[in-house]
Structure formats: structure tokens, C-alpha cells
């Protein structure tokens, strides 16, 4: 036989040793292993008989016993007298409660329906928690996240792993959580009942947000809905104790104020003073109206047992008219119908501006309850009657052609008429005004009857005025041509100053001419004279004479011989006379030029 082939049958018999030596100590020595993720529940198979009723034995008595085994060897626990029963440890996951049921114990008073918490190790301490008389059924105690070792013979844990074996869902068993910007309403289910004429629970210290429910009950919490509410965050509720609903948190927006009326709280003591005696204001806690307002933000308020009433502090418009403003407060608002002195019916529109100030708002809520109750039951009849009142002094044309001084006197009464509700009026605006359609028709045809005869008036106005234009344009025309006229008068006279002036120019020059040449005359006369003078003395009078008259008889072309002569006193000398005279023009032309004969050969 090989080496190794000895080694395995070696390891085998102690293997066949090690079992036979356990079965021999369990049957011998009445040996339990529990391991570290178990629990030992242990039944004893005999002995002494339990009580009547009790089903987990606290002295030794046959059956479960309270005492369980925890991890590691645990010798005595014989098969012939002990059944040891290992169960898995009882996790509860990151998240998560557990629910615990109690199968034996005291009975439960019948004012609660919860166990009562008592000491036991969470639960891990079974003869501790039926020796501190713990109460069996529903526990009021639960398991938060971690790893339990529970006698599953006593208690029966529900988690959201079972969840829905026990008729609940998986989501009761979570962790509570309360979101951001909301809170959580709370109505417990258990404790003592509400005290008569009260409608929640009121405020209980110490319990940490329902999460020690003992500790609530303890300090006489009252079952049903409650004051106090959860805010955002994980909660460790018991669902069997209280149920949560999450509501949005109350927001007061820029330009309000938000006054509480507590339904529950301590006890109502007013705190409005002496000078206050429409109301009852109390600190904030009480029940009543709060003396202070909630400022603008989100508040953690329980709609449930309390109501914020919103109270602008900036102006308020209100309308008696046809139109409404978006706060909605004047939507009943109409037109206001007066009657006039002289008995005619018409409507106004009317607006009213008030301002509520913050600190006033508390004693106008507990005044009135409410802006729209301010609106409706004190400013509508204030202000309506007041113009009806004031209407019956004028007539309507009156009121009409005075509505600004009317205007005024309404401010003034307004404003002292509401300053007694701690209400500022600001101003009153009169609007429109719609008088009666007969004295509308009346005037309107006197109006028009005016304008009429003013237009006449204007239209006769711009004729004579376009007759004044007519004769100013025909004036200017004419006096255009005056000027024209005058014009050319003027130019007339300049130029026969002008031809008076050229003339004696003319008239000098001529004469100064006429003496020139006289003399020049008189000089060239002087100069031939001189000349005749020096001719006569140098031929003497008769040859100076016929020397004269040769010198024009030759400047002159004088003829001295006749072209034809005519001798004879026969008919033959008068013929030979005319032939003569005709062959004379034939060789003198048209022009006085003699032709030659030898140009009339051709």
C-alpha cells in the first residue's frame, strides 16, 4: 500500500472517530453547538406543567422555555430531555423597523391597544420581559435597524421582508420620512381619549417626535389628531401608534402677514389691553387670535387645529365698480346707486384705498375675522351710505360740476368713519359718473344747441375775417401797383432828368460845335480871304476872277461846248439835234459810262 493511500485511510478513521465521539457526546454529554448567526430556542420535553395560560417557562417547567442559547458549545441539553430548535438571528435592514407581537403575557388594559414598553434588551431578553409583566399582543415598542437575538417562541418580528404574511405592506415598515417644505399631521392611535370640547391632542414633551411612544403615554398624550407636527426628516414611527399626512407648509407671501386662530392650546387669556374692546388677542400657544403675525416665509403650521388668515399690508384698492381687482376682495363690489336732490337716480364708481398695518392686523381679524369680512360688512356699508347720504344734498349737475370738492369731503368722512376698525383709508376716488339718460339728453341737446351757436359764431368770425383777408389781399394788389406806379413815376422822372441831362449834354455839345466850327469857318473864311486878298493883289481883281471861275468850271465839269449843236433854221437842223441826243445815250450807258465802239461789236 502507498504512502498516500495510508494517509487517506488515516484521515478517514478520525473522521469515523470525530462523528462517532460527537454523537457519543451529544447523547452522553447532551452537547449544542449554536453558531455566531443562531439562536437556541429550547423546549423541555418534561417536568412540572405550566400555569394555566402561560406558554414560556420561567422555572423550569416542560415546554418552551424563556432562557434561548447563544452562540458557542453548550453541554446538559440531553435529546431525551431538551429539543433544541436553532433559529436565524433577526436582522432589521438599514431603513427599516420591526414590528414585534408578544405571544404570552400580561393582558393588555383595555384603555390601550399597544403593549406597553417594558426593559428587555429590545426584545432579546424573553424572562425579562414577562418577569417586568410585560404585556402580550402588539407591542407599543419597536425594533429600529440592526441584528436582534429573539426568542421566536415568545416573539414574532415583522419586518418588510414578511411584511405582507402579517397584512401590511412592505412600505408601513420603513423608516418614516417627511419632505422638504411640508409637515407632517399626526393622529395617534392609542392613549387617552381627547378631553370634551377639544378637537387634538394637546402638545406632550419628551417623547421625541412619537418616536417613544411610551414616553407619550406616560405623559397623558391623547389619542386621536394632534397639535404638534412632524417637520422634515426620518422618523422611527410604529404605524400600529400613529399615522402620518403630509401637508405643504404654510407660506406667508411678500406683502402679508399671516394671523393665526388657534382652535386648541392653553387657555384663552387676553392680552389686548384695556383700550381694545372689539376682540380677545392671546400669545402665541393659547387658543384665540395670536397678538403676533406671522411674517413672511414658510411656517410650520397645523392647518388641522389652526387657521392663518392672510392680511395684506400693502395698499388694498377696492372697486364699486364694474371692474375687480386681482385680490377678489370687491367682487361683490358694485355701483353705487344714489339719488340726487332733485330727484334723479344715477350710478357712481367709486374706489377706496386702505392699508392694514402689520401690528394692526391681529385686532382687525379678531374684529372682523377676515379682510373679506372687513370689505363686506363694514367698508360696503360705510361707503356706499355715505354717498347715497350725500348725493340727497345736491343736484346732479351739481354733483357733477363739483366732483372734486366732493371727492374730498368723502376722504375726509371715510377716513374717520373705518380709522375705528384700525384700518387707514388712504383716499377715495370718484369714477365714473353715469346720470339719468333723460337730463343727459336735455343737456346734451342744450350742449349741443351751444356749440352750434358757437359754431355760428366762429364761422361768421372766419368770414369776416376772410372778407378783412379778401380786402387786405386786394390792398396789397393795388398796393403793389401803387408802389409799381410810384415805381414807374419815379423811373419816368429819373429818366426825363436823365434826357433833360443828355439833352443839355447834346445841347452843349452842339453849341460848343457850332462854335467850333464858326470859328474854323471864320478861320478858313479869314484864311481865303487872306488868300482872295493876296490872289487880287497879285493878278488883280479880273484875272483873280476868271481864275476863280475856271477853277469851277473845272471842279464842277461844266460844260461849255453843248453835245449837239443845232445850226440852221431848217427842219434838217432839228433832226440832225435829236439823232445826235440819241447816239448819245447809246454810247453812255445807265451808269453815265461812255462805250467805246469796239465794245458793241459783238
Not at 353715469?434 to 343737456?443: A, G
Not at 393795388?478 to 447834346?506: F, P
Request: proline share 5%.
Amino acid at each position: 500500500m502507498s504512502i498516500v493511500s495510508t494517509i487517506l485511510l488515516i484521515i478517514f478513521i478520525g473522521l469515523v472517530a470525530l462523528v462517532i465521539i460527537a454523537l457519543s457526546a451529544r447523547s452522553l454529554l447532551g452537547l449544542v453547538i449554536v453558531n455566531e448567526r443562531e439562536v437556541g430556542v429550547v423546549v423541555k420535553k418534561f417536568g412540572s406543567r405550566l400555569a394555566p395560560g402561560q406558554l414560556i417557562a420561567l422555572k423550569g417547567e416542560a415546554g418552551y422555555q424563556a432562557d434561548t442559547l447563544a452562540p458557542g458549545w453548550h453541554f446538559g441539553y440531553f435529546p431525551w430531555r431538551f429539543a433544541v430548535r436553532k433559529v436565524p438571528v433577526t436582522v432589521v435592514p438599514q431603513g427599516e423597523i420591526g414590528l414585534v407581537v408578544a405571544a404570552a403575557g400580561a393582558s393588555i388594559p383595555p384603555e390601550r391597544i399597544l403593549a406597553r414598553v417594558v426593559d428587555c434588551d429590545n426584545f432579546q431578553d424573553a424572562r425579562k420581559f414577562l418577569m417586568n409583566r410585560g404585556e402580550k399582543g402588539r407591542q407599543l415598542g419597536i425594533l429600529t435597524a440592526g441584528t436582534y437575538r429573539i426568542n421566536s417562541a415568545l416573539f414574532s418580528v415583522i419586518t418588510a421582508q414578511n411584511a405582507e404574511t402579517h397584512g401590511m405592506t412592505p412600505r408601513q415598515l420603513h423608516v418614516y420620512s417627511v419632505q422638504p417644505d411640508r409637515v407632517g399631521i399626526v393622529t395617534t392611535l392609542d392613549g387617552r381619549s381627547i378631553d370634551e370640547g377639544e378637537i387634538a391632542g394637546p402638545i406632550v414633551h419628551e417623547h421625541n417626535n412619537f418616536q417613544d411612544a411610551q414616553s407619550f403615554l406616560d405623559n397623558i398624550g391623547r389619542r386621536g389628531l394632534q397639535e404638534q407636527v412632524l417637520l422634515s426628516g426620518s422618523w422611527n414611527l410604529n404605524p400600529w401608534f400613529v399615522s402620518v399626512e403630509q401637508v405643504p407648509m404654510t407660506e406667508i407671501p411678500i406683502g402679508h402677514v399671516g394671523i393665526v386662530i388657534a382652535y386648541v392650546g392653553k387657555a384663552h387669556q387676553d392680552v389686548s389691553g384695556e383700550a381694545f374692546k372689539h376682540g380677545n388677542l392671546v400669545e402665541p400657544g393659547h387658543k384665540g387670535v395670536w397678538v403676533t403675525p406671522l411674517y413672511p416665509g414658510k411656517h410650520p403650521i397645523n392647518p388641522m387645529v389652526m387657521k392663518v388668515e392672510l392680511v395684506p399690508t400693502t395698499n388694498i384698492v377696492l372697486n364699486w365698480a364694474s371692474r375687480t381687482e386681482s385680490h377678489r376682495y370687491d367682487a361683490q363690489l358694485s355701483p353705487i346707486t344714489v339719488r340726487s336732490k332733485d330727484g334723479f337716480a344715477f350710478n357712481l364708481d367709486v374706489s377706496q384705498i386702505i392699508h392694514i398695518g402689520a401690528p394692526e392686523a391681529p385686532k382687525v381679524i379678531s374684529r372682523v375675522g377676515s379682510v373679506q369680512n372687513l370689505v363686506d360688512h363694514v367698508l360696503q356699508p360705510i361707503v356706499g351710505n355715505y354717498f347715497r347720504n350725500s348725493a340727497q344734498e345736491y343736484t346732479v349737475l351739481d354733483f357733477l360740476s363739483a366732483r372734486s370738492e366732493r371727492q374730498v369731503e368723502a376722504t375726509a368722512h371715510i377716513r374717520r368713519a373705518i380709522s375705528a376698525y384700525d384700518v387707514q383709508a388712504l383716499d377715495t376716488l370718484i369714477g365714473d359718473i353715469t346720470p339719468p339718460e333723460e337730463l343727459m339728453r336735455t343737456q346734451t341737446e342744450r350742449k349741443i344747441a351751444e356749440e352750434q351757436r358757437e359754431t355760428y359764431n366762429i364761422q361768421k368770425l372766419a368770414q369776416d375775417q376772410r372778407q378783412e383777408l379778401v380786402r387786405a389781399t386786394a390792398m396789397a394788389d393795388i398796393q403793389q401797383d401803387m408802389v409799381s406806379s410810384e415805381q414807374g413815376v419815379t423811373i419816368a422822372e429819373l429818366r426825363a432828368k436823365a434826357e433833360i441831362k443828355r439833352a443839355t449834354g447834346e445841347a452843349e455839345a452842339t453849341r460848343l460845335q457850332a462854335l467850333g466850327e464858326a470859328e474854323a469857318v471864320r478861320k478858313i473864311g479869314e484864311a481865303k480871304a487872306e488868300a482872295y486878298r493876296a490872289g487880287v493883289e497879285a493878278l488883280g481883281p479880273q484875272g483873280f476872277t476868271a481864275l476863280q471861275l475856271m477853277q469851277v468850271v473845272g471842279d464842277r465839269q461844266v460844260r461849255i461846248v453843248p453835245d449837239v449843236s443845232v445850226s440852221g433854221s431848217s427842219g434838217s437842223g432839228l433832226v440832225d439835234g435829236l439823232m445826235g441826243i440819241l447816239l448819245q445815250k447809246e454810247t453812255v450807258g445807265d451808269n453815265g459810262r461812255v462805250s467805246h465802239p469796239q465794245e458793241n461789236t459783238d
